[in-house]
């Protein structure tokens, strides 16, 4: 079965550091771009950064960019995101995905995990 | 940062037929043919129903078809069915990073 199941979301002080892990089984990780999608209570969804097959190409949303840090690592078939400098805006769901393709340029998710609850609040 | 425009909501009575626009701009849905649709449930992750405008992923049911016409790009639900209620979110490749990569959703009542 192919899955994805996300960790490490808490309660976080504003300005602290927490790091997300995604677990992948089932399918081929190093073939295929991944990416991390939040979704703010009662809100939409928001794509913050995405990691080509290889880690050869690594994009983030503005609102993130020089804060989170995208990273795999094909031999633990998982995906992590750093993110430092948090700020209450970032409180979310965090998801994990898959896309179809090995670059993310086009944003095709078709795999989810189920996500982490990220709480940013002092 | 420019978005994709959704409809706030839609509705509709079972077996009736709806359609979700998605507007976005030539650096986006009108200069490529990858845009895609997610469904969403409440409490749930969402996904995939429609990828590069047109392509169902194997198992989504084919009363989902996308197309595409100038910047705006939809989706339409055909039989619509109690379990369509959802939200939908359009995406699409954009030439940009300044630009979302999501619209703002559409949630679909079914009546």
């Known amino acids: 079965e192919v899955q994805l199941v996300e960790s490490g979301g808490g309660l976080v002080q504003p300005g602290r550091s927490l790091r997300l892990s995604c677990a992948a089984s089932g399918f081929t990780f190093h073939d295929y771009a991944m990416h991390w999608v939040r979704q703010a209570p009662g809100k939409g969804l928001e794509w913050v950064s995405g990691?080509?097959?290889?880690?050869?190409?690594?994009d983030y949303a503005d609102s993130v960019k020089g804060r989170f840090t995208i990273s795999r690592d094909s031999a633990k078939n998982s995906l992590y995101l750093q993110m430092n400098s948090l700020r209450p805006e970032d409180t979310a769901l965090y998801f994990c995905a898959k896309d179809i393709r090995s670059s993310f340029y086009y944003y095709v998710m078709d795999v989810w995990g189920q996500g982490t609850t990220v709480t940013v609040s002092s | 940062q420019s978005a994709l425009t959704q409809p706030a909501s839609v509705s509709g009575s079972p077996g009736q037929s709806i359609t979700i626009s998605c507007t976005g701009t030539?650096?986006?849905?009108?200069?490529?043919?990858?845009v895609s649709w997610y469904q969403q449930h409440p409490g749930k992750a969402p996904q995939l129903m429609i990828y590069d405008v047109r392509y169902r992923p194997a198992g989504v049911s084919n009363r989902f078809s996308g197309s595409k016409s100038g910047n705006t790009a939809s989706l339409t639900i055909s039989g619509l069915q109690a379990e369509d209620e959802a939200d939908y979110y359009c995406s699409s490749y954009r030439s940009s990073s300044t630009l979302k990569v999501f619209g703002g959703g559409t949630k679909l009542t079914v009546l």
């Open positions: 990691i080509s097959w290889d880690s050869g190409t690594i």
């Open positions: 030539s650096s986006d849905v009108g200069g490529y043919n990858f």
